[in-house]
């Protein structure tokens, strides 16, 4: 029964980083009664990639997806093909693991730079030199729009509409985007852009947490759901409406809970997920 | 000559609110031969309105602004209500002091309200039923976008793009934006806003600060401009493209500058205005 019902939620690994190895949290999501996980490539470094991977399997475990590649603009065009290099072995890990995506937080402004138009272009060059490894390699890309807050130092593709955009431009099949509560809950276009995303057929992840008031720390201050400002079960509403009956994907940043033992962060994921994120009935 | 040169700065009164009253600030202003303001209401009340105007007109300042307008959303009508009232008040202060408009913070989610679409409905009703009262005292209204972090707390208005849809949505003469970089540097779409409120003839102020990397408070870590990720002369190339001439306001938010001496943040106002700030030459 608890299995059953925990089908529509997964443990971004990034929320328990500091508690447990990526083997310990395979291991206490198992015992929580959570198949589906999303874990970060330093963690699986750790680990090894193949013996992460033989976790997976013998375990049966579902991956939402492979955090993260991105981070393309660079000063120069040698730093762009590291980048470059470096997202073609994420996507190789992600097809290892059998991610069902590869999360993309694309990178802010190249070290000295306030070029940020610039900095947006180079996104979008290095997602479409990435695509044709991706598409090769069968693993769909997913960019996550990140919150303005973080435009010049983690990712400047800071809307679902700027990422619907790029998926659009670059085009074909293969490339979406990861869709935050976190980072895109004030989009004022919201509702519509969610709809399109679902018409592009370009949902590939949806993430969840809270946005707290107030809001500590820029990075480092994210609330389970519940404990703030973001109407969780109407946006469910929108991405179910839209067609994506996926996971959803708890992935919380906060000093707060990586301080509490692990074991009650999922237990707390997990009585928040029956109670305050279900999709709000329609009409 | 220094005053000659200084045209095109204005300093919002913020930037210097914990070191000095009204009256001192305007002083100081003077001194180095700044002749632009902004106050913010408290600041005014402080001094007594009659006596503010009274400095205002015997040193012919002149006010680029009254800060602020807003917090509209409430949770029950009487609230709402309330807070209308004390929006014509604001309107009556800014027409008793000159200023060029009243800069409004529209306020974010009601007390305990997740309902984001519904508080951002409140604010364009609450604008329009305040323009017959600002039409007739001659003051312009300006919807000022607030970062997106603030939209639970302090405004639900969160791009450029949001401010002009609303404004065109109200009509008629006497309502614009004022474009704050810090706001809206990261916005994708930001050289057609800016052009767009260009052609609305919606550029009601300028205001200028940076954005700092990292930044360690959400709403105390603004930037001296020059110290951070902006493009101020792209961005100032922007607006006077879009037609509007005004003074550059500098509005910064900071513990680090509110701990220094007055005289030294308004001298390295000058200088930063002086060397970072002009328009880039287009082309």
């Known amino acids: 029964m608890a299995g059953k019902s925990l089908d529509g939620l997964s443990i971004n690994l990034a929320t328990v980083r500091k508690q447990w190895t990526f083997a310990e949290a395979v291991d206490a999501c198992l015992r929580h009664g959570i198949t589906a996980i999303c874990p970060w490539r330093d963690q699986i470094a ?23 590649g991105g981070f393309f603009p660079a000063p120069d065009a040698a730093g762009r093909a590291t980048a470059l290099d470096d997202n073609r072995r994420a996507v190789d890990e992600a097809a290892e ?34 695509m044709p490894h991706a598409r090769a390699a069968g693993v769909p890309i997913a960019i996550e729009p990140l919150h303005p807050m973080y435009a010049a130092d983690r990712a400047c593709v800071n809307s679902l509409a700027q990422a619907l955009d790029i998926a659009e431009a670059i085009g074909g099949p293969g490339i979406g985007a990861a869709i935050d509560v976190y980072h895109v809950w004030w989009e004022p276009s919201l509702a519509a852009q969610i709809a399109r995303a679902g018409r592009m057929g370009a949902i590939l992840a949806h993430h969840i947490c809270d946005w707290l008031v107030p809001t500590r720390d ?37 000093d707060h809970w990586w301080s509490r033992p692990g074991d009650e962060v999922l237990a707390t994921c997990i009585e928040r997920f029956r109670t305050v994120c279900r999709a709000a009935p329609s009409g």
Chains 1, 2 share one sequence.
């Open 46 to 68: 750790d680990t090894g990639l193949k013996e992460a991977a033989s976790i997976v399997r013998s375990n049966g475990v579902r991956l939402t997806g492979l955090c993260r």
């Open 97 to 130: 693991l059998g991610a069902a995506c590869l999360v993309m937080v694309v990178g802010g402004l190249p070290a000295g730079s306030k070029d940020l138009p610039g900095a947006r272009a180079q996104v979008v060059e290095g997602l479409a030199a990435l």
């Open 218 to 254: 820029l990075l480092n201050d994210r609330g389970m759901m519940g404990d703030g400002a973001i109407d969780l079960p109407g946006f469910r509403a929108m991405i179910e409406a839209a067609g994506f009956h996926g996971p959803q994907e708890v992935e919380i940043f906060s």
